[in-house]
């Protein structure tokens, strides 16, 4: 009895139910205690959003100084190394070998970390708010600010195609490439489930990419490499064979803004590794497990299956930046893609008080014919008078000055007159007033925004952190710095990795590289090119230990 008394039921058990009431997700940031000032003592704060290429480099170039406090707040509490984000996707190197804690970069200068997302902020008031990340309980604060410096970057464009959102993966951050390894890893371990047909191993192994730039055809290299060299070892022989590999470009030609020589060279590279290029074709609708294209020149649509779809094409407004132009005057900001800035890197409408760089920013890039008249007047010396060659090579380095796209112009002055139909000839008396105006027409008309590169945002960074080294004295000469100081972008290059230890490099004056040992410059240049020693090491030692035992296919859960 005394054991059926244990497992017998209470008689009277009492169920009490409790109402629980609905929690809203959205911050309220009226239940918020009042926006917390600088301390005693200080002339100004700082508040920098973001912890991307352009933050990290303005925060580790910038010179600490006992009256002026600088805060950094961002939901993400790393620098990312953007470039290797397809070697992570694939195992080639490790995620942790990329990443940067925050704090390691900042101690020892004094400045401020909060792991807290901005949500909104009050323009006039000089106000940001924000949340708190990663916390169960929501905590919000106010912070106020005098210089609010703006590097949040973009977030991926699915341009309105129906189903991208739904049906593919991205690869922008580190958990997009962290999801990316664990997905295509688990597509391999499926297919060779017993009683899975042919035709079915191939759907499912089927990677299609969306966007033939750099990030798109490096992670197309990465996944072949994959498959060739790791897969193929460790996978029963058959299922590398029924693998695929394809690449969809709006353009006629991979890697359309590199040397044409270059995108050939990859686009011949790809098809003798067997990756498909579908070239011509733009997408119209994601379907789950097929894209549907259609053929830019015919609109012919056809119907592309897939068993991983990934989308690496374009980018867009950052939604904190659409809260940013609508705290601004109207008409301020021009463009509606990013944030509209001048010269200074200082947000228009902002009264000198906001400056923004990266991906989320533009630079208004004024046009020189406005001034061609003027110019023209100064360097021939009236306006019958006619430039000849070295006059008008060094009127447009001086007037680079200004307008930063008349250097570049400058080296490629022959090429711009043959395209006037001048040739030594016509120039050897030297360009009247008419011929000049056509010049710098034909120059602005090329003038084009920077591209949103790794290699813009870090000069960007630079640009501002030595713009507050030099005038950061009081708020009166960081207003006399802005009227001088003009930031000019120095292109320095571009490559990409093209698969089988192979990539492409450009390098300004039409020098190119291709081939293996560009490969190896390739990874040689990404190393070094780390933001600390520490990661230096760690992805030299993930490149020596993907060459002798190969990638980590293994999945831990």
């Known amino acids: 009895m005394a054991a059926l008394q244990v497992h017998a039921k209470p008689k009277h058990r009492v169920r009490r139910r409790f109402k629980t009431k609905a929690v809203s997700t959205t911050p309220d940031m009226s239940r918020t205690k009042p926006p917390f000032e600088s301390p005693a003592g200080v002339k100004y704060r700082i508040a920098v959003l973001g912890t991307g290429w352009a933050s990290m480099t303005f925060l580790s170039r910038l010179e600490p100084k006992e009256d002026v406090e600088v805060v950094l707040v961002s939901p993400r509490n790393y620098f990312l190394y953007t470039p290797l984000l397809p070697s992570a996707a694939t195992g080639a190197v490790e995620s942790r070998a990329i990443v940067e804690p925050v704090r390691s ?16 902020l009050d323009t006039e008031e000089k106000v940001i708010s924000c949340v708190a990340a990663g916390v169960t309980q929501p905590y919000r604060f106010r912070m106020k600010y005098d210089y609010l410096v703006v590097g949040v970057g ?7 195609v129906p189903g991208v959102e739904e049906n593919c993966l991205f690869l922008k951050e580190m958990l997009d490439a962290n999801n990316l390894r664990r997905t295509v890893n688990r597509r391999f371990e499926r297919a060779v489930l017993p009683g899975t047909s042919e035709k079915r191993i191939r759907e499912v192994l089927t990677f299609v990419i969306v966007g033939g730039g750099p990030s798109g055809v490096e992670l197309a290299a990465e996944l072949d490499d994959l498959i060739q060299k790791d897969i193929a070892k460790t996978f029963p022989p058959a299922l590398a064979r029924c693998a695929s590999v394809q690449i969809v470009e709006l353009q006629d030609h991979i890697l359309s803004t590199y040397d044409r020589r270059l995108a050939e060279y990859a686009t011949q590279r790809f098809q003798r590794n067997g990756i498909k290029t579908i070239l011509n074709s733009r997408v119209v609708q994601v379907n789950r497990g097929s894209i549907i294209v259609a053929d830019k020149i015919t609109n012919e649509e056809r119907e592309v299956p897939f068993g991983i779809c990934v989308w690496c094409t374009g980018i867009k407004l950052n939604p904190l930046c659409n809260k940013i132009m609508a705290g601004l005057p109207e008409g301020s900001q021009t463009n509606v893609r990013s944030l509209t800035v001048d010269k200074s890197l200082c947000v228009a409408g902002s009264n000198g008080s906001m400056f923004a760089f990266g991906d989320c920013a533009t630079i208004v890039r004024p046009k020189s014919i406005a001034f061609a008249e003027q110019m ?5 010396g009236g306006a019958d008078g006619r430039l000849r060659m070295p006059q008008l090579y060094k009127l447009l380095i001086d007037a680079s000055q200004e307008f930063t796209h008349l250097e570049e112009a400058a080296r490629k002055l022959d090429k711009n007159l043959k395209l006037l139909g001048m040739d030594s000839t016509a120039t050897a008396s030297g360009l009247d007033f008419e011929q000049f105006k056509a010049l710098l027409n034909l120059i602005d008309a090329g003038l084009r925004a920077l591209p949103a590169t790794a290699q813009v945002a870090k000069q960007q960074g630079e640009f501002l952190a030595d713009f507050f080294n030099a005038n950061g004295d009081d708020h009166f000469t960081i207003e006399q710095g802005r009227q001088k100081q003009s930031f000019s972008y120095k292109h320095r290059g571009s490559l990409a990795y093209v698969g089988d230890e192979a990539a492409v490099m450009e390098f300004p004056g039409a020098i190119i590289l291709k081939g293996v040992f560009a490969g190896y410059v390739w990874k040689g240049f990404e190393t070094i090119s780390q933001f600390s020693v520490r990661n230096t090491l760690l992805v030299s030692i993930c490149w020596l230990r993907t060459w002798v035992f190969g990638r980590d296919i293994s999945e831990l859960r």
């Not at 973009?154 to 309105?160: E, K, L, R």
């Open 154 to 160: 973009a977030v991926p464009n699915t341009f309105n």
């Open 105 to 120: 970069k900042l101690s020892g200068k004094g400045f401020q970390f909060y792991n807290a997302e901005c949500v909104d």
């Open 376 to 380: 023209f007047l100064k360097a021939a």
